[in-house]
T-cell receptor
Framework: AQTVTQSQPEMSVQEAETVTLSCTYD???????LFWYKQPPSRQMILVIR??????QNATENRFSVNFQKAAKSFSLKISDSQLGDAAMYFC?????????FGTGTSLTVIP | ETGVTQTPRHLVMGMTNKKSLKCEQH?????MYWYKQSAKKPLELMFV???????ENNSVPSRFSPECPNSSHLFLHLHTLQPEDSALYLC???????????????FGPGTRLTVL
């Protein structure tokens, strides 16, 4: 079965500090994509960052970067210089095309 | 209006009612999706449409009936729901379904459904 596991239901970080959110997934596929989505309270889910499985280089989007370990099936998200606006639920997701699998989410609190 | 919109934003219905959720995307996409989001559970993909054709139905009970009249609109018709169906229902769209999964999805704000 293809699943996505986020082992940290809640995380907190001091403003301006760095935090890493964990995600592991299980698949037998070799060609797939991984995503991190952010869902602020009462607001729409938006894409934070995307990683193609065939690329060894870790994706980076400004203060957001991933540590993609394909053999370990691990896909963690690092947020640098955390800001108050980063407070949200973060979902890790995996897809090969038609099917999408999401984790249970990590609630991130940013402490001023 | 831009992006993905959903109406209504909140819905309370009895178990014998019939209601419909509406989703509209203004992004020129060809794939649309319905998800169910319940607290402390993974987002559950319910239905997938690609170019108006249903491509996935993930064992969703028949009391949920999707309809996709065109690539911009998606409906979820509800009837004889159960209290455990209370959840946030999210609609999403993407350019198209691509093998390998390069399908960035754009989500709507969701409809908060409560079944009494």
């Amino acid at each position: 079965a293809q699943t996505v596991t986020q082992s940290q239901p809640e995380m907190s970080v001091q403003e301006a500090e760095t935090v890493t959110l964990s995600c592991t997934y299980d698949t037998s596929e070799s060609d797939y994509y991984l995503f991190w989505y952010k869902q602020p309270p009462s607001r729409q889910m938006i894409l934070v960052i995307r990683q193609e499985a065939y690329k060894q280089q870790n994706a980076t989007e400004n203060r957001f970067s991933v540590n993609f370990q394909k053999a370990a099936k691990s896909f963690s998200l690092k947020i640098s210089d955390s800001q108050l606006g980063d407070a949200a639920m973060y979902f890790c997701a995996y897809t090969t095309g038609n099917q999408f699998y999401f984790g249970t989410g990590t609630s991130l609190t940013v402490i001023p | 209006e831009t992006g993905v919109t959903q109406t209504p934003r909140h819905l309370v219905m009895g178990m014998t009612n019939k209601k419909s959720l509406k989703c509209e995307q203004h992004l020129g996409h060809n794939a649309m999706y319905w998800y169910k989001q319940s607290a402390k559970k993974p987002l559950e993909l319910m239905f997938v449409y690609n170019f108006k054709e249903q491509t996935e139905n993930n064992s969703v009970p028949s009391r949920f009936s999707p309809e996709c009249p065109n690539s911009s609109h998606l409906f979820l018709h509800l009837h004889t729901l159960q209290p455990e169906d209370s959840a946030l229902y999210l609609c999403a769209s993407s350019p198209a379904i691509r093998s390998g999964g390069n399908n960035e999805q754009f989500f709507g704000p969701g409809t908060r459904l409560t079944v009494l």
